[in-house]
């Protein structure tokens, strides 16, 4: 099973599959406990949307929780959570490292750490 990564960014929610376990019991004990849902597509974890997606906000507080607890971002064709990342770092909003989990076929994945200073891809 891969690691606890963001799979994808909805409209007021961030997705998370894989290994998950670990991050349930801490989000348990956090001011995102009642924020949380969890399903048969994954754990769901609830922001609240902001007009404008690059500037402080709860989405951007809420990555970096959860960058802080080692979650990983998966890469996508078009605009995928670590594309988004790293266009808060771009921006000078996100200032860590974070890891970004890409799949090269089932059960086959590669992680690969984005520091602030490497440019998006």
Do not use: C
Not at 99 to 120: H, L, R, Y
């Amino acid at each position: 099973m891969a690691p606890a990564h963001v799979s994808m960014i909805h409209e007021d929610y961030v997705h998370l599959k894989g290994n998950t376990l670990n991050i349930e019991s801490i989000i348990s004990k956090s001011q995102y406990r009642g924020r949380s849902l969890k399903d048969r597509s994954g754990l769901k974890l609830r922001f609240i949307p902001s007009e404008e997606i690059f500037e402080k906000n709860d989405l951007l507080e809420l990555l970096k929780w959860l960058n802080s607890y080692g979650v990983l971002f998966s890469t996508d064709r078009g605009w995928g959570p670590s594309e988004l990342m790293q266009e808060f770092q771009n921006r000078g909003l996100l200032k860590e490292t974070f890891d970004e989990i890409a799949w090269k076929g089932p059960s086959d994945w590669v992680i690969n750490k984005i520091n602030p200073m490497t440019k998006p891809r």
